[in-house]
């Protein structure tokens, strides 16, 4: 919930090179710890050190008198995510973090993640690399393998294959890290439900405590939104649908709760994180393009990595100051993507309105379609609603 504690996000946006199907920002390097990448962690560290005052945003474009967001609450979560947070050497990640220790306050059962990419560490460096990260406090990591078979990963684009996954993994756990995040990709180039049936077979012999499952969105201006549709043997609807279908299937049956409409934990590893994002929490964001969200202040840092480079902590744009309204419905957009859906208790605590009161009448006509369930303590979405969750949550805007 707001007000109580704030996560941090921190953005790396470069990858070795791009996926077809990529439109998240991000730039190709190419390799690791280029010079770029390294003025990158430089400015990071001059966007944490400026916070040392507070977190100024210029709400009426107006620098004399900068709006203080107040950013000193305990923090409950930080994020590396990218682009590929591991293409920097992690002594800069353990830098970064270092500065934000001295800057915040950390809870010292603070959930830390980072994205690592399972192709970018050489054999002789991974293990000194994840050792370091562990060292230095990060104890949860979330690798994307997409896929479990070498033709679809080429597909994608991807730089790695099962063999580097699995090494990842492996050295992983031998570095201290047990809580880890494994990402599938459904809806791919050639994949079918026996494809994704053996990639989540492979997944699960590692039984790692959170599986995401997402499906591939053909994003324009990537090579995938350029391409032919036929050309790039995508699964027909059908079978994406069984695909669906399937990993809920098996993934429940392994003992993994599906918290999320994409996303699978063991009992007691969902992600903090997200959950953060879900309960339209407090959050900052540090690094390029990175979101914050604080209160009813939503903004974010310039995308143009020159103008970030030049003046790190003082490109925020998007200034907006949230209406409760709009806050209303962003927090019914978000919260009905959990499988517990929205307490009512927290929307009263948030809004100072009951969910009654407020969506009394979308609620009943959802719940009459069986799109949504509705109990004392809240209201979620119903399978047949998850399938529609789109249409569902559109009609929560008022
Ligand atoms: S590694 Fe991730 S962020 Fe980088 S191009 Fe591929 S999908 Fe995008």
Redesign the pocket.
């Known amino acids: 919930m707001p007000g109580e504690k704030l996560s941090l996000y921190i953005h790396i946006p470069f ?5 077809n ?4 920002l ?1 730039f ?1 390097t190419g390799g690791r710890n280029t010079p770029l990448a390294e003025s990158y962690a430089h400015a990071l560290l001059r966007e944490a050190e400026a916070l040392r005052g507070g977190c100024q945003v210029d709400i009426n474009l107006n620098r004399n008198s900068p709006y203080l967001v107040d950013i000193n609450k305990p923090i409950k979560s930080i994020y590396f995510g ?3 947070p591991n293409i920097l050497n992690s002594e800069w990640i353990v830098r970064v973090l270092c500065k934000l220790n001295e800057i915040f306050t950390i809870d010292e059962t603070a959930e830390i993640s980072i ?1 690592l ?1 399972p192709g970018v560490y050489e054999e002789k460096e991974r293990h000194r690399e994840l050792k370091a990260l562990r060292a230095a406090g990060i104890n949860r990591i979330s690798t ?1 393998l997409q896929s479990a078979h070498s033709a679809e990963l080429k597909r ?4 790695h294959d099962l063999t580097a996954f699995l090494r990842l993994y492996e050295e992983a756990l031998n570095c201290g890290f047990e809580n880890i995040n494994v990402d599938l990709m459904t809806g791919i180039p050639l994949q079918t439900c026996d494809t994704f049936a053996r990639t989540l077979e492979r997944v699960l012999e590692l039984r790692p405590k959170h599986i995401s499952a997402y499906s591939l969105i053909i994003e324009e201006g990537t090579p995938f939104g350029e391409a032919d549709l036929k050309s790039l043997d995508l699964p027909e609807e059908e079978e994406e649908y069984e695909i669906y279908l399937m990993t809920r299937r098996i993934l429940e049956q392994a003992g993994y709760r599906r918290y999320e409409i994409s996303n699978y934990a063991l009992p007691g590893y969902e992600c903090a994180h997200n959950l953060v994002y879900w309960d339209r929490g407090d959050y900052l964001g540090l690094g390029l393009g990175a979101a914050s969200l604080i209160g009813d202040l939503r903004f974010s840092n310039t995308k143009e990595l020159n103008k970030y480079l030049a003046a790190p902590g003082r490109t925020r744009e998007n200034i907006q100051r949230l209406s409760q309204q709009e806050a209303m419905e962003e927090f019914m957009f978000l919260g009905l993507r959990k499988t517990s859906g929205v307490r009512k208790a927290d929307f009263k605590r948030m809004f100072g309105r009951d969910l009654e009161e407020v969506y009394g009448e979308v609620i009943e006509k959802q719940v009459g379609l069986s799109l949504m369930e509705e109990d004392r303590d809240g209201v979620r979405l119903t399978e047949r609603g998850i399938d529609a969750a789109n249409e569902v949550m559109a009609k929560f805007l008022l």
């Open positions: 990858c070795i090179k791009k996926c199907y990529c439109d998240f991000s190709p990218g682009g590929t994205e990419n994307g994608l684009g991807r730089i």
